[in-house]
């Protein structure tokens, strides 16, 4: 009887001995369970305490960035508007305003990459203003193209225009019209203008051109003939000598002859005409620059 005792008590040890073996073991683990949690919490803690002062550090370049554009964009709005004045002074169609808005679908920014919802709002606003800026410096590049074809073929048409006195400093005589001719006394059409200079004094073409005549012309005297293309003709008569010959090309300004007395004329003076398609008229009408002459 005493022996079953004793294996009773031994048993109740070993259960209580198992017992508080599995307190210990559970009390253990919930001890590390809540440690490594407790860990956990601390690092996410410290990693969204980083990730929010790198996203305010990231706020803070787009910013930066965002204002760098906005003195950007107002250096584009002036190209445009000096754009449509080029466009205007050519008489060239300007680029219309939808068209310099450059309106785009506009970029979405993923959140995978851990950035709040406002700051991908904010890189979308940068993103799409550079899209927008480059657009429309890509478009003022091709209207600089477009415009400066225009400007280089108004150019040759201004270069071959007559538009100086052939005779700088001296005044129009005789106009262009009917008058009563000083040799004959007689009503006639007076074509051209008379420029009155001592004999000797240096004609100039009036624009660039080619010689196409320059010999004596019965009452013209010796006549230098320039065609400048386009339709325009000019004529110089009554010269004392002749510095060109046909088939030459000369500039505006260049002097090709000499004023005389050659011909059906009174005194020395320049008989000037000039030709629009084979029609002649007034060519006070094309003296713009008086004595001043360009190359």
């Known amino acids: 009887m005493r022996r079953c005792n004793t294996c009773l008590n031994f048993a109740v040890s070993v259960s209580s ?21 407790n860990a956990n919490v601390s690092i996410a803690g410290a990693k969204l305490v980083q990730a929010e002062q790198e996203n305010r550090n990231l706020l803070n370049r787009i910013s930066l ?18 754009d449509n004045r080029q466009r205007s002074f050519l008489q060239v169609a300007q680029i219309a305003p939808d068209i310099w808005a450059m309106g785009t679908g506009g970029r979405k920014i993923s959140l995978n990459s851990g950035i709040s919802s406002s700051t991908a709002m904010t890189l979308e606003e940068v993103y799409n203003s550079i899209d927008r800026i480059k657009g429309q410096l890509n478009l003022r590049q091709k209207s600089l193209q477009e415009i400066n074809s225009e400007l280089n073929k108004n150019y040759d048409l201004w270069r071959h225009i007559p538009s100086i006195n052939p005779v700088p400093g001296t005044t129009i005589g005789s106009g262009f019209g009917y008058r009563i001719d000083p040799i004959d006394k007689t009503v006639r059409m007076h074509e051209g ?10 004609i100039m073409a009036s624009a660039d051109g080619i010689v196409t ?22 004529r110089y008569a009554h010269c004392s000598k002749i510095l060109v010959q046909v088939g030459d090309f000369v500039k505006r300004g260049q002097i090709i002859a000499l ?18 398609s084979g029609i002649k008229v007034n060519p006070a009408n094309y003296i713009h620059f008086k004595d001043i002459v360009f190359d």
């Open 65 to 82: 960035i965002k204002s760098k554009l906005v003195g950007l964009s107002k250096r584009t709005g002036f190209q445009i508007a000096e």
């Open 259 to 276: 004023v005389g007395r050659t011909g059906r004329t009174t005194c020395p003076h320049l008989h000037y005409e000039v030709h629009i």
């Open 17 to 37: 001995l198992i017992i508080i073996v599995s307190a210990l073991i559970i009390i253990t683990g919930g001890a590390l369970f809540f440690l490594i949690h």
């Open 193 to 202: 203008v008379d420029l009155g200079a001592q004999e000797g004094t240096p």
């Open 213 to 234: 005549f320059a010999d004596w012309n019965m009452g013209y005297g010796y006549v230098v003939d320039i065609d400048h293309g386009y339709g325009f003709l000019s």
